[in-house]
C-alpha cells in the first residue's frame, strides 16, 4: 500500500502542469503520479521532437511532416491490439484498436505511454477566445488563469518567425478573411509551446519541461508509476479514500491512500474511470465535442505572389519545417480556425523544388448532449477497463459550416496558388482532430448538465477534482490544449486550497498559484 497527499492520474501535459503547481504553494505536499503506459525512450515525459535517441525524433518528425496530425496514427485505423497491454509498443492508438466501439468516431485515438499526447503533440497554442471562454468564470481570473497556463507550457507568439514567402500568404488570407475579423484576429504566426532558438532546433514543450521531476528525480516528495494503471477509485459519503492501481505487466492490484486525487486521463479515459468507480453523474460522458477538421494544401505561386525563390530555405536540421501561421477563429462572423504549416520540398541534393502551405481549417460544431461516450457495465476493452461506444454525428448547422469552409478554402487557396480540391482537401474523420472535449464538463450549477463544478471538483465530493480537455464545456474550434490548461490552472488552485484544510496531511502550506 502507498500513501499520498495528492494522486494525479495521468502524466501528460495536465498532469504534469497540475503537479508543478501544486509544488509551487506545496513545496512538501506528497503527489503520486500514474500512468498506464510504458516510457518511450530513456526519458519520461519527454516530447519526441526532442528526443536524444535519433530513430525516435526520426520516427516523430516523419510521422508529423505531413502536416495532417490524423495521419500521426496512420493512414489506415491500426490493426487490433492482440495479447497484453504489457507487451504493447508504447505509442498512440486507434480507440477501435483498444476493443472500443469507435464507428461514429473513427479516428478518434489514445496515448498509451507515460507523457500522454504530450509527448507527441504539435505544440499549437492558439489562444482562446470569444464562444471558447466560459461566460460563467470571472472574466479577470480567467485572463490571470490563462497567462499561467501560457507560462507553464511555455508558449511564444513567433516561435518559428516569419519567412518572406509566409508573409506573402498572410497578406493573401487576410484578403479572403481579414474583411470579417475581429481586431487583432487577422491572420498571424502560431503560438507555439517551443523555445525559440538562434540555429539548431526549438524544442517542444513535454510534461517533463513543465515537470522536470519526472524525468530527474529532482523532487523527493514526488513518484512517477509508469506501466500503472488505475482501475477504481473507492470512496464513501462524498470522499475518494483510495486508488485500486494495477501493475500492467504483473496484474497485480493494490491500493493508494491519497487525501486529494486529481483524474486528468484524457477526454475519454477520464469518464471511463469515474464510470468504473461507481461515480455517474447524469452528464458523465456527453455533451463530446470535436470541431470538424476539413485538411488541405496549397502550393503557392512564388512569381504572382512575389516571392524570391532564393528565400526558400531548406528547414533547419531537425525540423521538417520553416513556418508556423494562424487563422484566428472571430465566431459567427468569421468561423474558422485555420492553422498552416510552412514546407518547403527537396531534391536529394538538398535544393529546393517545390514549396506548400497547409491549408487546414477547423470548423466548430454545435455541443449536444446525444454526443456522447456510452460506456458498458458487462464489455471490458484492451485495458480491462468498461467499454466505450462513441455516439456522435454531424447537426444540420455543422454541415452547413463545412460546406462554408469548403468554399472558402478554396478561395483563399486559389489566391495562394496551385490547388486541386480533389487532391489537396478532405474532411477527416471525427476524432482526427484528437482535440476531444466536453464529456466530464464544468458547470456554475449542479443541474445534471455538468459533471464537475467551477473548481473542476466532482459534484457531490471533496477531494475529486478533473483536469483535461474532458472539462471544457465551450465549443472549441481551435485546438484544445491551451484552453483545457487554463482550466488545469484553476483546479490546481482550488487544489491547494484543498490542501491546507487537510489536518492529516501535516503539512502547513503557504502561498497561492
Known sequence: ??????????????????????????????????????????????????????????????????????????????????????????????????????????????????????????????????????????????????????????????????????????????????????????????????????????????????????????????????????????????????????????????????????????????????????????????????????????FPDVDRLGIDRASLAAPREGEWAVGAYWLPHSDEAQPFHGQMMERPHLDDTGATIDYSVGLALYVPTEVRAQNRLELSDDETDAMGMPRMRVHFDYSDRDRELIELARLRQRQAAERIGRFDPERDSALLAPGSSLHVTGSVRMGPSDDGTSVCDTDARVWGFDNLFLAGNGVVPTPVTANSTLTGMTFAVRMARAVVAALTKMPESGHLLEGSL
Request: proline share 7%.
Open 1 to 298: 500500500m502507498t500513501a499520498a497527499d495528492v494522486l494525479i492520474v495521468g502524466s501528460g501535459l495536465m498532469g504534469a502542469a497540475t503537479a508543478r503547481l501544486i509544488r509551487e504553494s506545496a513545496p512538501t505536499a506528497s503527489i503520486v503520479m500514474v500512468d498506464g503506459g510504458a516510457v518511450i525512450g530513456s526519458a519520461p515525459g519527454q516530447h519526441l521532437h526532442d528526443s536524444a535517441e535519433p530513430e525516435i525524433h526520426q520516427r516523430y518528425n516523419s510521422r508529423v511532416a505531413t502536416g495532417v496530425q490524423a495521419l500521426y496514427t496512420g493512414a489506415a485505423v491500426s490493426p487490433p491490439v492482440e495479447g497484453r497491454m504489457a507487451d504493447v509498443e508504447p505509442g498512440m492508438y486507434h480507440l477501435s484498436a483498444l476493443g472500443e466501439d469507435a464507428a461514429a468516431m473513427p479516428g478518434g485515438s489514445l496515448a498509451w505511454n507515460v507523457g500522454g499526447m504530450g509527448v507527441h503533440w504539435t505544440a499549437a497554442c492558439p489562444t482562446p477566445w470569444g464562444r471558447e471562454v466560459p461566460d460563467f468564470l470571472p472574466a479577470a481570473e480567467w485572463a490571470e488563469d490563462l497567462a499561467t497556463a501560457q507560462r507553464v507550457l511555455g508558449v511564444h507568439g513567433d516561435a518559428f518567425g516569419i519567412t518572406d514567402a509566409g508573409r506573402a500568404v498572410l497578406r493573401e488570407l487576410d484578403a479572403v478573411f481579414g474583411p470579417d475579423s475581429a481586431d487583432g484576429r487577422h491572420p498571424q504566426t502560431m503560438p507555439m509551446a517551443m523555445t525559440p532558438t538562434a540555429s539548431g532546433t526549438r524544442p517542444r514543450t513535454g510534461p517533463n519541461r513543465i515537470l522536470p521531476a519526472m524525468t530527474d528525480g529532482s523532487d523527493p516528495a514526488f513518484t512517477l508509476l509508469p506501466g500503472t494503471l488505475c482501475v477504481q477509485l473507492e470512496h464513501r459519503d462524498g470522499s475518494v479514500l483510495a486508488a485500486i492501481v494495477r501493475d500492467v505487466a504483473s496484474g497485480v492490484e493494490s491500493r493508494i491512500e491519497t487525501g486529494i486525487v486529481v483524474v486528468c486521463a484524457d477526454t475519454l479515459r477520464t469518464p471511463q474511470l469515474l464510470f468504473a468507480s461507481g461515480i455517474r453523474p447524469a452528464a458523465l460522458g456527453t455533451h463530446l465535442n470535436e470541431h470538424a477538421f476539413l485538411t488541405g494544401r496549397v
